[in-house]
Each structure stands twice: as C-alpha cells, then as structure tokens.
C-alpha cells in the first residue's frame, strides 16, 4: 500500500525567505505525486503535479517540486515567500489509473507560518 | 464555473445522534468523493462514486456511515449513529473522470460531535 510522510509538522519563515517542504513517499511502482494547499476554512487546492517526464514541475502561485526516486522524495520549493502562502500543505500519492479504483493518500500536512 | 459546494458548513450534534451532508459537485464531472480530515491528519478517501456507482468504499465505517449519489449527480453522506471520534472536517471533491484528473475540493463541513 502506498504512503506519504511529510517529516515537518511546522515551518515558521520569514516573507521573501525561500521555503522547501519535504515530502516521501513509499509506492511499489512510478508514482503519481500531488502537491495541495489549505488555507484556514477552505478546501484543498491542487498546486502541482508529477506524472512522469521533467522531474522539476512547475505549479501555480510560483511552487515547484522536485521528483527524485532515488531518495523517494517529492519535496516542494519557493524561491520567495509571501505572507500570503501561509496555509497547511499537504503531498499526496496516487494508484496509477488501469485499475478497480485510482485513489489519493495524503500525508498528515505541514503547517506554514510566515513572519513579517 | 462554479465550484464543488457542500453545505452544511458547519455542523454540532451530541453523540448517538444522526447527521448528513450534502454535495453538488462540479457540473459534468463524473466521479465524486468524500473524505474525512481529522484535526492534524491529512484527508482520507471514506468513498468514491463513478456518476452512481461505487468504486471504492474500502474505508467507509458502514456500520455507521453511509452515501449515495442520485442520478449521478448530487451525493450524501449521513452518519448514524455519530461517536465523538467521528468529529472531523468531511471533505468533498469531484473530477471529470477517474483518471489523472484534478480532483477539485469543496469548502467542506466542519463536524463536531459533544
């Protein structure tokens, strides 16, 4: 069975400090890997994500991630935070298509805090 | 285009009590879900729909919740009888097939159980 862990409960940064949240997965075969973002009372909003290809993908609001197998890691990066990225991040593994079901397991979320 | 709506959003009942919530997802898409997010945790598939259709409802407590999804549209979820561990965020989420497709989120409903 797949699984997603997200090592950092919080991070705390100061706007315009660059941002990296981790994110590993565990998954038997090529993955499908998600990044989502919730802001306080709201619903998930897809940022980016990796089907194969480039492992450097592009997402909105100026987020990238970083596919790496060897390390099984998806980790997601800003260059420049606003304080308008507070929110919990969530990363997220999904079955590939062709079976019964295609699904999403998502990790437990890392909490972004952004100091003035 | 009008997003996934849930409503109610907010929802506080004692325990042993029954609720539902309700779902309109987004119009045109096919499949429908709905997860649960308990506070610190990230959101679990409780159940998947294919327009009427169940396709997953491995996680689904069905000795106490349970949905539907009329018509292939619309979709609730009702628990019966609630315990206090079921007080968490239940969010919904639609996409156009059960691909790679986005799956786009409601706002959610926020229960508590007393």
């Known amino acids: 069975a797949q699984s997603v862990t997200q090592p950092d409960i919080h991070i705390t940064v100061s706007e315009g400090a660059s941002l990296e949240l981790r994110c590993n997965y565990s998954y038997g075969a090529t993955p499908y890997l998600f990044w989502y973002v919730q802001s306080p009372g709201q619903g998930l909003q897809l940022l980016l994500k990796?089907?194969?290809?480039?492992?450097l993908v592009q997402g909105i609001k100026g987020f990238e991630a970083e596919f790496k197998r060897s390390q099984s890691s998806f980790n997601l990066r800003k260059p420049s935070v606003h304080w308008s990225d507070a929110a919990e991040y969530f990363c997220?593994?999904?079955?590939?298509?062709?079976?019964?079901?295609?699904?999403?397991?998502f990790g437990k979320g890392t909490l972004l805090t952004v100091n003035p | 285009e009008a997003g996934v709506a849930q409503s109610p959003r907010y929802k506080i009942i004692e325990k042993r009590q029954s609720v539902a919530f309700w779902c309109n997802p987004i119009s045109g898409h096919a499949t429908l879900y709905w997860y649960q997010q308990i506070l610190g945790q990230g959101p679990k598939l409780l159940i998947q729909?294919?327009?009427?259709?169940?396709?997953?409802d491995s996680q689904l407590p069905k000795d106490r919740f349970s949905a539907e999804r009329l018509k292939g549209v619309d979709s609730t979820l009702k628990i019966q009888p609630a315990k206090l561990e079921d007080s968490a965020v239940y969010l919904c989420?639609?996409?156009?097939?059960?691909?790679?497709?986005?799956?786009?989120f409601g706002p959610g409903t926020r229960l508590l159980v007393l």
């Open positions: 989420a639609s996409s156009p097939d059960r691909g790679l497709e986005t799956q786009y």
């Open positions: 729909f294919q327009n009427n259709g169940v396709v997953d």
């Open positions: 990796y089907f194969s290809g480039d492992t």
């Open positions: 997220a593994v999904g079955t590939p298509p062709g079976g019964s079901n295609y699904k999403l397991t």
